[in-house]
């Protein structure tokens, strides 16, 4: 239980396209998704925390226009980053939770490798 | 503001030995503190703790928190190469459940 997928895994674009990342958990509804970014050889930041039917909260410093986020459904959120520039190039990972479980407990996604040429 | 310490941040042993992870943290609103493995992708979750002097144990691995001193552990007896990883350790506080990461333990296991 509590698999959540991701799609594309790895993606190469060219600079000032969109691209779109979906996340979707496979086995339990899950009313809040997480979006984090990791850089090589650090941490996962936090962006935002995407609550089904409703706006994002986005985490200071990350651009609301830039990374749009929207979760239609209670399976799936996606990702657009917007206008992309090689400085966005990054690893994606989303988080789901499983209210069911333990709501505290976060599971991801295998992640999406973003570069923009 | 809320911070996650991890030490140390990397960490080379051989196959067999016995490691202990540390993860220190100041928070406003404590509800767990979750660690995780993470090998090339994303994290895989190992333990949720939220109380005291409980240990909680997966096979080689266990962890335990102490919500007096503020941290918690995370032991792997008889390491093996598979053990290999980055060790993350995040709290949950606030309403909104989101983690705070640590910046990760990098474990090495040598054959």
């Known amino acids: 239980g509590a698999v959540v997928s991701q799609h594309p895994s790895r993606v190469i674009c060219k600079s000032g396209t969109s691209v779109k990342i979906e996340c979707r958990s496979l086995d339990f509804q899950a009313t809040t998704m997480f979006w984090y970014r990791q850089f090589p050889k650090k941490s996962l930041m936090l962006m935002a925390t995407?609550?089904?039917?409703?706006?994002?909260?986005?985490e200071q410093g990350v651009e609301k226009d830039k990374f749009l986020i929207n979760h239609a459904s209670l399976t799936l959120s996606t990702l657009t980053v917007t206008s992309a520039h090689p400085e966005d190039s990054s690893f994606y990972i989303c988080s789901a939770s499983d209210p069911g479980l333990a709501t505290d407990t976060q599971y991801f996604g295998p992640g999406t490798r973003l570069t923009v040429l | 503001e809320d911070k996650v310490v991890q030490s140390p941040l990397s960490l080379v042993v051989h196959e067999g030995d016995t490691v202990t992870l540390n993860c220190s943290y100041e928070?406003?609103?404590?509800?767990?503190l979750l660690w995780y493995k993470q090998e090339k992708k994303a994290p895989t979750f190992l333990f949720m703790l939220?109380?005291?002097?409980i240990e909680k144990k997966s096979g080689r691995l266990s962890s335990i928190l102490d919500k007096k001193e503020l941290f918690s552990i995370l032991n792997i007896t008889a390491t093996q190469t598979g053990d290999s990883a980055i060790y993350l350790c995040a709290f949950c506080g606030g309403s909104n459940y989101k983690l705070t990461f640590g910046k990760g333990t990098l474990l090495t296991v040598n054959p």
């Open positions: 928070v406003t609103n404590f509800r767990s």
């Open positions: 995407s609550n089904e039917g409703s706006k994002a909260t986005y």
């Open positions: 939220t109380s005291s002097g």
